[in-house]
């Protein structure tokens, strides 16, 4: 019986008395709602947020808020067709909006604006700013070759980067940002991709590659950019032994030089503390030392 | 035949070399001979070779009759001959052949490790070595437990129930070994693996139908083994409730030959998890049926309410909702309007405010919007602060438990504990580890030494809040909390970092974590093979007060340069043929141990851009100094093929042993053995295992 207080004390040091860790309500999370504003109250909390820096927010369920409050607000049409409608609509388009379906969201703020609601001013103020949106997303992306899916690239970024200097200081430069680093990732990836057919196309592409980590270093898409970067390279130590198979022709320092090009960037983001892009940063980094150990065993 | 001989020399690089080598101090007629052999084999004339081998012997044994010493070349002869045979089953019979003769140690360790090499041998020593260690490791884990001096047995002077615990620890841990006895090994799959490419070279060897048995014997286990792990991981994974990956894992094991019986059940277990979250998920993105309508009296306010939320003016939203209830007292959208108000001081920038009304929303639980509120302010992306509190929390209670508890709970632990539960009741509570003294100091001893709990959580939480708001008056604070926790984690350079992020950093603590890094960086640089270059550079030249960089300096001092090649002074001795003129042409008497007419130091010889430089001892007095002398390209080339040869010779004949075990030790089959691990000191003997000698662990794992 002595024992006892001395077990209590041990049990409650060892935190076996405490209290358990906290956890979302789930239940409360997957419940079907009752009240429009949990919806609206959500997607209004999220409107300013930073989408060029920060991951969209999620719900407690880890569900993309966006793309649920669009749902829920579908449905809320589907199942009381008529009840609220403006406010839907209004709301139905800022989701859009932040989604990045531009045209769509034009069409719903157009909507709102025609009627004779309260929101119809801030709807007619939204839909114009949208609108040069939607008209800059619409420019095509990709031509017959390469010169003229690079050159319509150019021309859409030109008019994305006149967005984001008219959109400066606004909570709708991030968007803009965002679309602008979409497009240079999509350049650089086509010229990634036509290396070979490109003059010193390596060195274009690694130059592309660097451009994006430099230009967009405040990013949440940065590690993903150095992921590529180290593809680059990583491919070009691929070619390097392919090309020089032959165990005379093989230059154990010239694949070295390539490879730990390669390992260097993926182990920046392996080594990259809440990139989310750190678990596949790490798998990429085995995979390629597991290659280079291999290519060099095969040479030594 | 000059042509004959050089091909000689390219197909067989380094017994050519020697052959030649040792043929050119002979006489012309066996120089003569040596080329015969030479051509012989290139021909490809097996039985022309073996009338050389005896020809060989002849000669020497009609030398040895006239007192001269063997030619020395008969060894080198018959391993030749041996790579001439055309079976499996011939070459070994002709290898085995050349050891017998007791050959020079170069010969001696080609034809060993062509023996060694082959596959079917490699497999039959793998399990060989396999069933030693699984019995080993019965008996070890059988009389571990009762170590002599471990701290239970310490402790049964006080209690005699705690040498039952030994003895129940011991009885569980062997029937739980016993159990696994049987599980395949990463050895089995190895051998699995040389059986098969042994087959696939030579299917008529004489051992073809011993091999096919272990074949299918082992492919049997091999396949329950799979199938037993893709079941277990999708498992794991149901039991996590991570269905996409059970899916995969079970849909796998079902598609596996004999597997699908036991991977069924628990894939249409994931089938019906999967239905109740897209039920779950859908549900969640449709109103309630029965979504309340506002009385008509508070109609307008509650329209008012919801323009202001979406158009997400901060000051209309407050107004609108202050507004709400103010007039609408005990109205069922009230958590609705402390919700908006709440957003609507977010974002305005009155955050204490805002958390004061979303905490009002939160308890009514009611109502959908406060049960909603209440997930929000429990999910860690809400309040960063507290998320990184509760990592450290977290990490405290398990470091806790560790200390008292220990580290492992796992089935053997299990069925210990059960055990003696089972056999003494409460005071078995005694031995269960609570009391052992000895053990807890070592975990706590442990603990501070090295964390062993993960601090990812914090870190991740950290990191993510400084990303966020790095604005924020606590973002001092979270810089500590970061060094603090990437310190215990062992990342020196992180927890560096952001200790001198902070306003105020002690310059002491700054080279502690200096010294530390710097440690840990030079244990770095010699872990892959030959020490690396660039971290010791690194150490030098970004933390040159530390400790570690006096070490990395002297270790770059040692570095040879990049194509320099140093035969040291005992290589020299070791191969004194090389201060020949076919080498490097030195005076011998530069090894006589007389300096007065010079003398090699240590550091010998370093061959570099084409010249010799001696390091030699100064004469008289003390002291060293370094002779450089210039070699025309063609003494040069001949110096450093004599060089690489002796050395490739040298890292051929040397031993391979453990450089931690003693000369004698292969012929002691027990160990005695202390240890300071969880439960304390302890002190056993056991049975040696054998060392793993596959060369490609990871291929098998």
């Keep these: ?114 009627e004779g609601s309260p929101l119809a001013d801030a709807a007619r103020a939204a839909r114009e700013r949208v609108a040069a949106f939607a008209d800059a997303a ?68 690694e130059r592309a590659l660097r451009f994006l980590v430099q230009k967009h270093a405040d990013s949440r898409n940065l590690p993903d950019h150095i992921l590529r970067l180290g593809d680059l390279y990583a491919d070009v130590a691929r070619d390097y032994a392919e090309a020089h198979a032959r165990p005379l022709a093989f230059e154990e320092d010239e694949f070295v030089q390539r490879a730990d090009r390669a390992l260097e960037m993926y182990r920046k983001v392996a080594t990259w503390d809440g990139a989310p892009q750190k678990p596949e940063a790490q798998g990429r980094f085995a995979a390629f030392d597991a290659y280079k150990t291999s290519v060099l065993a095969r040479y030594r | 035949m000059r042509a004959l001989l050089l091909l000689a020399l390219l197909v067989l690089p380094a017994r050519a070399a020697d052959l030649i080598g040792e043929a050119a101090s002979a006489d012309t007629a066996i120089e003569e001979r040596v080329r015969l052999v030479l051509a012989h084999r290139l021909e490809g004339k097996a039985e022309v070779l073996s009338a050389d081998v005896t020809a060989f012997e002849a000669l020497d044994e009609e030398r040895e009759a006239k007192g001269l010493a ?72 059988f009389v571990r437990p009762l170590g002599v001096f471990s701290g239970t047995a310490f402790l049964a002077v006080l209690n005699p129930f705690l040498l039952a615990g030994s003895a129940v620890d011991s009885v569980a841990t062997t029937a739980v070994n016993l159990w696994h006895y049987g599980r395949l090994s990463r050895q089995e799959r190895e051998a699995l693996v040389h059986y098969r490419t042994v087959l696939e070279r030579e299917p008529r060897t004489s051992d073809a139908p011993e091999i096919a048995r272990a074949i299918r014997r082992l492919g049997t286990k091999r396949a329950a083994a799979l199938c037993e ?169 398990d470091t806790l438990r560790y200390v008292f508890l220990g580290g492992r709970m796992d089935g053997r632990t299990a069925v210990y504990s059960a055990a003696q539960l089972g056999a003494t009741g409460v005071q078995a509570a005694e031995s269960l580890g609570i009391f052992n003294v000895l053990g807890v100091l070592t975990r706590g001893w442990q603990a501070w030494r090295h964390d062993p709990v993960s601090n990812q959580a914090i870190i991740d939480r950290g990191e993510e809040f400084l990303a966020r708001e790095p604005d924020s008056p606590e973002t001092a604070g979270v810089h500590a909390r970061l060094a603090d926790a990437y310190e215990r984690a062992g990342n020196y350079g992180r927890a560096l970092m952001h200790y001198r992020a902070m306003p105020d950093p002690s310059p002491k603590r700054i080279a502690a974590l200096e010294d530390k890094l710097a440690d840990r960086m030079l244990e770095d640089a010699g872990r892959s093979g030959g020490p690396d270059r660039t971290l010791l550079e690194a150490i030098v030249h970004h933390l040159g007060e530390t400790k570690a960089a006096d070490k990395a300096r002297k270790r770059l001092r040692d570095l ?65 100094h370094v002779e450089t002398r210039p070699l025309s390209a063609e003494a040069y080339a001949r110096a450093h093929a004599a060089a690489e040869e002796a050395l490739y010779a040298r890292l051929l ?49």
């Excluded at chain 1, 679309?179 to 390596?202: K, S």
């Design chain 2, 560 to 624: 040879p340069g990049t194509g320099e090649t140093v035969l040291s002074r005992d290589v020299l001795e070791a191969n004194p043929s090389l201060l020949g003129p076919d080498g490097l042409d030195l005076d011998p008497r530069l090894l006589d141990g007389d300096r007065t007419d010079g003398e090699l130091a240590d550091a010998g010889v370093t061959l570099a851009a084409g010249e010799m430089r001696l390091t030699l001892y100064n004469s008289p007095g003390p002291g060293q």
């Design chain 2, 229 to 397: 792990e893709t079941v277990a991981a999708g498992k794991r994974a149901l039991e996590a409730d991570d269905l996409d990956h059970a899916a995969f894992y079970l849909a796998d094991a079902h598609d596996l030959d004999g597997c699908a019986r036991k991977s069924d059940r628990l894939l249409a277990r994931t089938d019906e998890a999967r239905a109740r979250r897209a039920a779950r998920d859908e549900a969640q993105r449709w109103p309630a049926d029965d979504a309340p309508f506002p009385r008509l009296a508070e109609l307008e306010d509650y329209r008012a309410l919801l323009v202001a939320t979406a158009a997400g003016r901060p000051s209309s939203m407050i107004s609108a909702a202050s507004g709400f209830l103010e007039r609408h007292d005990g109205s069922r959208f009230e958590s609705s309007a402390r919700y908006v108000l709440a957003i609507g001081r977010e974002l305005a920038g009155h955050h204490e405010a805002a958390r004061d009304a979303l905490a009002d929303a939160a308890r009514d639980h009611r109502s959908a919007v406060g049960r909603h509120v209440a997930s929000l302010l429990a999910s860690p992306d809400f309040n960063r602060l507290a998320a990184i509190d509760e990592a450290e929390r977290r990490h405290r209670r």
């Design chain 1, 1 to 114: 019986m002595r024992r006892s207080p001395f077990l209590l004390i041990l049990l409650l040091a060892a935190g076996l008395g405490g209290p358990p860790a906290r956890a979302g309500d789930a239940t409360g999370a997957f419940a079907p709602y009752e009240d429009l504003l949990e919806v609206l109250g959500d997607l209004t909390w999220h409107l300013r947020d930073d989408l060029y820096r920060f991951p969209p927010a999620k719900d407690p369920t880890g569900h993309d808020l966006y793309r649920l409050a669009l749902s829920r607000l579908e449905n809320w049409e589907k199942r009381y067709p008529g009840r609220l409608r403006d406010v839907v609509g209004y709301a139905r388009a800022e989701a859009l909006e932040r989604l990045g379906e531009y045209a769509k969201a034009a069409d719903g703020y157009a909507q709102v604006a025609a």
């Design chain 2, 653 to 701: 004949t040397a031993e391979r042993r453990d450089g931690d075990s003693g000369r004698y030790e292969r012929y002691i089959p027990f160990f005695v053995q202390g240890t300071v691990g969880d439960d304390g000191v302890s002190v056993y003997p056991g049975v040696k295992m054998r060392r793993d000698r596959s060369e490609d662990r990871e291929l098998y794992e």
């Design chain 2, 70 to 141: 063997p030619m020395g070349l008969t060894d080198d002869v018959r391993y030749l001959a041996a790579g001439l045979a055309f079976t499996r089953d011939a070459q070994r019979d002709a290898l085995r052949a050349v050891l017998d003769a007791h050959p020079d140690p170069v010969v001696r360790k080609c034809a060993e490790h062509q023996l060694e090499a082959d596959d079917a041998e490699r497999a039959d020593r793998l399990l060989e070595d396999d069933r030693h260690n699984r019995r080993a490791g019965v008996v070890n884990d």
């Design chain 1, 138 to 205: 619409a420019l095509p992306e990709d031509g017959a070759d390469v010169d003229a899916t690079l050159a319509a690239l150019r021309r859409k970024l030109d008019a994305w980067g006149h967005l984001v200097e008219r959109s400066a200081g606004t909570p709708y430069e991030t968007a803009a940002l965002v679309e602008e680093e979409r497009l240079e990732r999509l350049a650089a990836a086509v010229v990634v991709r036509n290396r070979r057919e490109l003059q010193e196309g390596n060195l274009t592409a």
